[in-house]
């Protein structure tokens, strides 16, 4: 490692982690801050990855260099094209001290880069789930340390983890937190409440790319595990991934299928889904994909939700996150709005990067 | 004014101002906070005030002094019963430089010391609405300067003014913010949607504590007004009071009539008030009282709402504020729940003096 002070007076350089569409569309989010920002507010970029290699200078990268790789990447290239570029391999080498290493990407492997830049003196904002949804004890320090923030795991720039977090420390406790949290999820079933079979419901959220590209990823519930994970470690409630209950949107035999295979077999689950879609309307109810969570576990799956109430009245790919506390008991605080796109997950980076600035300059 | 410096390793003292059901939830809350907070993270009161007196010391006051204070309070008693209080006009010349001044008042005349405490490196928490709703050219230095926060103004202690501020600071822009903005008017008109009479609902609304004691102070729309007003220029629109039109919930004429006239004559307005509530059932809609901000004006007053959106869907006092902006465009953003109350205003009010006293630190 190389330096160890801040660069540019007392301000802490970033190191982006992931160069897809919210990668993207957080660099561009950042350019169009600094042209505003005072001085002293400017977020400085030291350096940008993919999965192929890193581009980083020791003070600032420069415009041009930045520009460089939103064209390279743009095109569908790699960040190995643009002048400069070292390998992938070369970044630990490159994080000074003092850091804050801004993880966009889906990988297990940022943990190695993640830990090693809180020890020294760094700090860390994620809009990766899988470094918090670990095991505790792996994952426990994300959430400890003062200079963690990852807003934009759950709900994407909802201000879902920062109102958790601010009820906290103003000495709130919670009682349990109830949320739609797949787009993806909700479209589906707001499809099917609508009429749609099943397999026209999936078939539409992939045409409208709200689905991963192997959709099962969106309907085994994995990723609203991991977020109701995040959920419950954040309101003081240590749970293990095996504490999260999760009823998948399809029977353990089609995990094993190949994509094709599964899109073919796909309209046989059409008359389960259809039966239990009329099930809620029989009971005045409607179907959504709810995460349940409180101190002694989570259940995620489907869920007959009052058609009058917050989660049964949500349209298409929308979220919203019940808070019950201390503080809001009788009636809950609710946030509720888009939970998924690159620029409003972006827009909760950036927001965490500032907010993090702004503590760490403070802690100096 | 005394000291020209901060107390206590760089902490910025707190003057409250206020003493009523807020003012004493919040010394509550920040005694219950210091109690768990880390040495640098403490609050130091130096100061609390009621509308005779004024408790105060250089340093810190006291365990024992802020326990007498809320003893005498609790008892209906006033400040001036505790002993080394002084006189509420010696105030000014207490204020030490740097200090932040929490105003949980409803007096007008508190900008007297708010304007001089921020000119003097202090900072400004408001639940107090009117320094914010005067003449633009009266209140615009409380939405420029950088040491003011304002969050239980509008919705109490839900993240409104927050999320607001960070997604500006994040570089969104905001079309047309929309709410239900007060608790009493929004009990009232489900009640009439449930069937009562308007003067039942009103009647119901006192007992329950909802309303002010003079329950046209709610009616009027004026309170529902200033937090528009706010929102609007938050949201960069700077209005003035005049640019809001507000339809009050009874006649001109009853203004003028004694309380006891007004109470004697409110059902002479149940005929009209119903004949509205059945107008929107009739085009199978709900009548909400709403405000409507963008940065041409504000409307607030009764408004037909779909039953299943948001603002139709609120039962009784709760509160709802809908942002829609060029990141929040599709889809608003939407923050919900309790928008009253001593408990979550003074939640609100510490959330603001936690993340004030870090900028401050920062700042220096």
Chains 1, 2 share one sequence.
Not at 2 to 14: A, E, M, T
Not at 167 to 177: E, Q, R, T
Not at 293 to 312: C, H, M, P, T, W
């Amino acid at each position: 490692m190389k330096n160890d002070g801040h660069v540019s007076n007392g301000k802490s350089p970033v190191i982006l982690l992931g160069m897809g569409q919210v990668g993207r569309s957080l660099l561009h989010l950042i350019l169009d801050y600094n042209e505003k920002a005072r001085i002293p507010e400017k977020i400085v970029i030291a350096g940008i990855a993919d999965s192929h290699a890193v581009v980083f200078d020791d003070n600032e990268l420069s415009q041009q260099m930045l520009a460089d790789a939103l064209t390279s990447k743009k095109a569908g290239g790699s960040l190995e094209q643009v002048s400069g570029a070292q390998p992938l391999s070369e970044i630990s080498s490159l994080i000074t001290a003092g850091a804050i290493i801004v993880d966009v990407t889906a990988s297990e492997d940022t943990v190695s880069l993640l830990k090693p830049a809180l020890s020294r003196r760094g700090g860390v904002v994620l809009a990766n789930k899988r470094p918090l949804a670990a095991a505790w004890s792996q994952a426990e320090v994300f959430f400890s340390h003062p200079y963690v923030r990852y807003e934009a795991t759950v709900g994407a720039g909802l201000p879902v983890i920062s109102t958790l977090r601010s009820l906290i420390s103003c000495g709130d406790s919670f009682s349990s937190i109830k949320g739609v949290l797949s787009g993806t999820l909700g479209y589906i079933c707001s499809e099917m409440e609508r009429g749609a079979l099943y397999s026209e419901a999936l078939l539409s959220a992939c045409d409208r790319g709200y689905a991963e590209p192997d959709p099962r990823e969106d309907l085994m519930g994995a990723d609203v595990a991991r977020k109701a994970l995040i959920l419950a470690r954040s309101a003081g409630w240590p749970l293990e991934p095996d504490d999260i209950d999760v009823e998948a949107m399809f029977p353990p035999s089609f995990s094993d299928l190949t994509l094709n295979q599964f899109q073919d077999q796909i309209h046989t689950l059409d008359q389960e889904y259809a039966l239990r879609t009329q099930e809620a309307q029989n009971a005045g109810k409607t179907l959504r994909y709810v995460a349940k969570i409180d101190r002694s576990g989570a259940k995620v799956g489907l869920s007959q939700e009052e058609r009058d109430s917050i989660l049964g009245a949500l349209g298409g790919p929308e979220n919203a996150v019940i808070f019950r506390t201390h503080f809001y008991n009788d009636v809950p605080l609710t946030i509720s709005g888009p939970g998924a796109g690159p620029l409003v997950t972006a827009a909760g980076v950036l927001g965490d990067i500032i907010d993090l600035s702004v503590h760490m300059r403070e802690g100096q």
